[in-house]
């Protein structure tokens, strides 16, 4: 498996970008240049969607065995290169060792998932209104997706979309997030092309937003743009995707609701608040933005959240027992210890933490925090907690739908059918009774609300962004068509 990425990957050779420009990556707690690469640009672009389109004609028709063949040798190829992986996100992406890990078992997952895709590519055959006349529906690949991948589950979240793509037939060009070019996709083009993969069928193009971003929307080959990052960015594609009429596949932003009623259990509700909010750094689009907890239980939650985030091992990311590392970059720091004065300002109590070195920010909690302070109202993205208290469940329904976002959330009693209860009133995609937000299984549906996102990865639901249907009849007898019929031999 190739191991040297400072190059892009088009019709299967790696290849000089075209660009003037360089993307130096660096790891981010270090500071240490990883790798140089030499950016792609709109003609780098170009050439990869006509080498996808080329390719996926051939790959559309392929055996259904075949494509599973070839996915299989992909999993392998990951196995045997775990370590080599796992290093890379430690080194890239910031990941704590015990987040790589996750990272790489949950990209197993989906790409199991995905191996059983090309024998699920099934069609129907249904009745018809007209005599002797019979309606096939076949459902078929699409042709050829651009991916768009970020940079906090870069591997786990590329391969969401690299995997069933291929498995139903599609080709794919990737441009990977900036602060992460290898475990977003030059990972990919290498361990693709060790397991086999006709050329052409996956491309990774390397280069700035600002010279190619729009261009991997708006070029006329893909007809399904798949992107996971912020809100912002993704209404931005879905409004130059509607304007050529492509789909979209987006997993967006989320101000996720983390609820603690009155007849929850504490000490569960903290181990699950503490996962829910740390991990990753809370660099997460499902990490919890804000915890709910009813005034009655308030103090005794805050008390002992507070205590068990001040024992959190936080720093160097590669350090064993490490359990909070360091953010992907310094624009990240200062966006949320700005947010933290301004709540501060506004009569939040700072309890814990505040303090960066470096990228790293220690874990933070704020308490007395109201639903409309800053940190309340963006996502925070960073290891940054704040506790809100509440009376009656109507109120805390009412301020968990506060804002336009729904992709997430977890909701704790004691009463497992009034949890339930509550959670079919909060506005999300996804929601948890009795655990934590940060949950992703590779044959359930992820994917959010209102603006959250659009659709839905994995299992089923995935086969049904990645492909599309056509309905196919077939008359078997002659018809009859009214006054149109020729009646010449009458």
């Not at 890239?92 to 995905?114: D, M, Q, W």
């Not at 768009?148 to 498995?167: C, G, T, Y």
């Not at 992703?440 to 994995?458: C, I, Q, T, V």
């Amino acid at each position: 498996m190739k191991t040297d990425y400072s190059k892009i990957y088009i019709d299967g050779e790696w290849t000089t970008g075209s660009s003037d420009s360089q993307m130096k990556n660096t790891n981010p707690f270090t500071g240490e240049e990883l790798v140089t690469t030499q950016a792609a640009d709109k003609s780098d672009l170009d050439k990869a969607y006509k080498a996808a389109a080329k390719a996926q004609v051939a790959w559309s028709k392929e055996l259904p065995q075949k494509k599973q063949e070839i996915l299989e040798k992909v999993l392998e190829v990951m196995q045997e290169n775990k370590e080599f992986i796992i290093d890379w996100l430690v080194k890239e992406a910031g990941s704590t060792v015990f987040k790589a890990t996750a990272e790489f078992g949950v990209s197993v997952n989906i790409l199991k998932e995905a191996t059983t895709f090309p024998f699920r590519m099934e069609g129907k055959i249904l009745p018809s209104r007209q005599a002797g006349k019979e309606n096939r529906v076949y459902r078929n690949s699409i042709g050829v997706i651009g991916i768009i991948s970020p940079w906090n589950f870069p591997f786990h979240l590329a391969i969401r979309s690299i995997a069933p793509a291929i498995a139903t037939g599609n080709a794919v060009v990737i441009k990977p997030a900036t602060d992460t070019p290898v475990t977003g996709g030059l990972l990919f083009a290498s361990i693709f092309e060790a397991a086999g993969l006709p050329k052409g069928l996956l491309n990774v193009v390397v280069g700035r937003g600002s010279e190619i971003g729009d261009d991997i929307v708006t070029h006329p080959i893909p007809r399904l743009i798949s992107f996971t990052g912020s809100t912002p960015v993704g209404k931005h594609i879905g409004e130059l995707a509607g304007g050529a009429l492509k789909k979209t596949a987006l997993e967006l932003g989320g101000n996720n609701n983390f609820i603690v009623l009155n007849d929850a259990n504490v000490d569960q509700a903290v181990d699950s608040a503490l996962f829910g909010k740390f991990y990753h750094q809370g660099q997460i689009c499902m990490s919890i933005n804000r915890i709910f907890v009813h005034r009655d239980l308030y103090d005794e939650f805050a008390e002992q959240f507070i205590a068990r985030a001040g024992k959190l091992k936080f720093g160097n990311p590669t350090e064993e027992g490490a359990q909070v590392g360091p953010l992907i970059n310094r624009d990240q720091v200062d966006r949320i210890l700005k947010d933290i004065d301004a709540t501060v300002e506004q009569g939040a109590k700072l309890r814990l933490g505040g303090q960066a070195d470096g990228n790293v920010l220690e874990p933070t909690v704020l308490t007395d925090v109201t639903n409309d302070m800053p940190l309340a109202e963006n996502e925070i993205f960073g290891p940054v907690a704040i506790l809100i208290p509440f009376d009656n469940d109507e109120e805390v329904i009412e301020m968990a739908n506060a804002y336009p976002f729904g992709l997430s959330g977890a909701v704790h009693s004691g009463n497992i059918e009034r949890g339930t209860n509550i959670a079919h009133q909060i506005h999300t995609g996804m929601i948890h009774v009795n655990d934590q937000p940060v949950n992703d299984e590779a044959h359930m549906p992820f994917g959010g609300e209102k603006d959250s996102g659009l659709g839905r990865f994995n299992g089923e639901w995935v086969l049904e962004e990645f492909t599309t249907l056509k309905w196919l009849s077939v008359q078997h007898g002659r018809s009859e068509y009214g006054p149109f019929v020729n009646d010449t031999k009458k």
